[in-house]
């Protein structure tokens, strides 16, 4: 068996052993996975440190990858698609076909250079993503929130800002002009202005981290779903900068 076909099969099998011993962990809710927010951020930090690393365990990401898999073992190129076999894809899929629990929510930029699935090095059913420009939060994405935490059994919500954001970019520079930026634009501005006022001495890199974490903030103290969670730790909530230059996610404070 070559190294990458051994990794695959240990990936799979570390699917199957961790689904089982959080259903154990939580009789109540059997079919209910139940990751805890430490490993949440743990598998968080492992698949970005692949994808750092250039070493994905998603091989659909590259023609070269599928190739490689086509010729070593897999049966069909055609079907692969999840760096499983072909056997093992479907069974995936049909699991998600009848639920799903993903083990973390993402509240992300809507840059096309920051997908959460590809930076963490995550799959089809692992997580619950919220994406807007400028990270901010508004009901309907607050909604969706409550709604991986408290249908969906995430415990762990991580709010992912990045390096040269355009959205608070373009919020300083509309609000340092006395502007209005141009048709619903301007309901980005008015989201990151609490952010922008309370930074006046603010560099554009301190201001994303500050938005990051005034998103953090509202979603910590946010009622009548989040804030019991956040206060009794059943429910994390934690800031991330992404670094395009280097591909790296930086966790801010956790609490
Ligand atoms: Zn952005």
Redesign the pocket.
Known sequence: MKREQLAFCLVFLSFIGANQLARAADPAHPDQPTVSPAEAISRLKEGNGRFTAGNPQHPHESVDDRKYMAANSYENAATISLGMTTEQAAKRRAELGKSQHPFAIILS???SR?PPEIVFDEGLGDLFIVRV???VLNDEGLGSIEYGVDVLGARLIVVL??Q?????DAAMKTIAAKGKAPGHIQSLVTAIKPVVDSTPKGDLDTT?KANVKHVVDALRSSTPILKARVDSGEVQVIGGYYALDTGAVTFLEAK
Not at 164 to 168: D, K
């Open positions: 930029c809507s840059d920051v420009a400028g990270n800002g990045h040269s954001c355009g959205a608070v994303i």
